[in-house]
T-cell receptor
Framework: AQTVTQSQPEMSVQEAETVTLSCTYD???????LFWYKQPPSRQMILVIR??????QNATENRFSVNFQKAAKSFSLKISDSQLGDAAMYFC???????????????FGSGTQLTVLP | EAGVAQSPRYKIIEKRQSVAFWCNPI?????LYWYQQILGQGPKLLIQ????????DSQLPKDRFSAERLKGVDSTLKIQPAKLEDSAVYLC????????????????FGPGTRLTVL
């Protein structure tokens, strides 16, 4: 079974600065999908960014980018120019390839609570 | 486009009572998911529907939890009888495409129902 680990329960960053959230995962599969979700106090999970494991290029979405290290099974999220609205719980998630029987499931980490300081 | 709707937003019950949650997915979405998110943890999939059929309920505690998706649209999740450890946020999500077939299948989440069992 796949596992996702987020070792930073809490992080803080000064407004306009850059912060990196860590995520590691364990899998024996060679092709899979990785995601970062944001969950603000409203509780609604919002997809921030996704990465396909077969792509070597790191995904980027505006101020959000990832550092995907496949061999190390590491998938960190970098938030540049942090804004007050970025404050939320961030979850890393893994999904198996479509050839897998468990392809339908998202496996989530335990989350990192990000505080943005004005 | 309207998002995933859930009700109620909050529910407080005593142990051994029954409770039901309702979810209305995004129009046209074939796949519907129910997740349980215990405080301090990431969401865990309870059950997944494809139209009105169950495709994965391996993590649903079937002795007390039940779910149905009437006519392949709305869904209800029921707990009977509730236990203290059922206190959690229950998230509903939906996706457009057939899960486990297409390489990417974004899930859209609702705001969740926070259940407190006393």
């Amino acid at each position: 079974a796949q596992t996702v680990t987020q070792s930073q329960p809490e992080m803080s960053v000064q407004e306009a600065e850059t912060v990196t959230l860590s995520c590691t995962y364990d899998t024996s599969e060679s092709d899979y999908y990785l995601f970062w979700y944001k969950q603000p106090p409203s509780r609604q999970m919002i997809l921030v960014i996704r990465q396909e494991a077969y792509k070597q290029q790191n995904a980027t979405e505006n101020r959000f980018s990832v550092n995907f290290q496949k061999a190390a099974k590491s998938f960190s999220l970098k938030i540049s120019d942090s804004q007050l609205g970025d404050a939320a719980m961030y979850f890393c998630a893994y999904r198996s390839p479509i050839s897998s029987g468990s392809a339908r499931q998202l496996t989530f980490g335990s989350g990192t609570q990000l505080t943005v300081l004005p | 486009e309207a998002g995933v709707a859930q009700s109620p937003r909050y529910k407080i019950i005593e142990k051994r009572q029954s409770v039901a949650f309702w979810c209305n997915p995004i129009s046209g979405h074939a796949t519907l998911y129910w997740y349980q998110q215990i405080l301090g943890q990431g969401p865990k999939l309870l059950i997944q529907f494809q139209n009105n059929g169950v495709v994965d309920d391996s993590q649903l505690p079937k002795d007390r939890f039940s779910a149905e998706r009437l006519k392949g649209v709305d869904s209800t999740l029921k707990i009977q009888p509730a236990k203290l450890e059922d206190s959690a946020v229950y998230l509903c999500a939906s996706s457009l495409r057939l899960a486990g077939v297409y390489p990417y299948n974004e899930q859209f989440f609702g705001p969740g129902t926070r259940l407190t069992v006393l």
